[in-house]
Nanobody, 124 residues
Framework: QVQLIESGGGLVQAGGSLRLSCAASGRTSSSYIMGWFRQTPGKEREFVAAIPWSGSSTLHADSVKGRFTISRDNAKNTVYLQMNSLKPEDTAVYYC?????????????????WGRGTQVTVSS
């Protein structure tokens, strides 16, 4: 089992920045893929970004490319999502997810483990 705990959400004005953290524990391995998703009421969970525990590749959704950056700290077993130039449409609950197979995929159904989410609210 893998446990994921998100933190760092909050209320910010448009144009501001937030950094989300996802602390992972349990049976993680270097082959895992870590992802960030977001969801608003009545909508499906949306892919934001993904990164492997090893290697330099990353994947970001077009809607956040150039504004958000996913990164990791292997020593701390933590994945981050740096969010800059935030917009009101970025308002959502942000979830951390883990996939125990290789491949930077965007389908939420491919991720086996999920955190409980952290709320991000961007005011205009």
């Amino acid at each position: 089992q893998v446990q994921l705990i998100e933190s760092g959400g909050g209320l910010v004005q448009a144009g501001g920045s937030l950094r989300l953290s996802c602390a992972a524990s349990g049976r993680t391995s270097s082959s895992y893929i870590m992802g960030w998703f977001r969801q608003t009421p009545g909508k499906e969970r949306e892919f934001v970004a993904a990164i492997p525990w090893s290697g330099s590749s990353t994947l970001h959704a077009d809607s956040v490319k150039g504004r958000f950056t996913i990164s990791r700290d292997n020593a701390k077993n933590t994945v981050y999502l740096q969010m800059n130039s935030l917009k009101p449409e970025d308002t959502a609950v942000y979830y951390c997810a883990a996939r125990p197979y290789s491949g930077l995929v965007t389908d939420s159904r491919s991720y086996n483990y999920w955190g409980r989410g952290t709320q991000v609210t961007v005011s205009s």
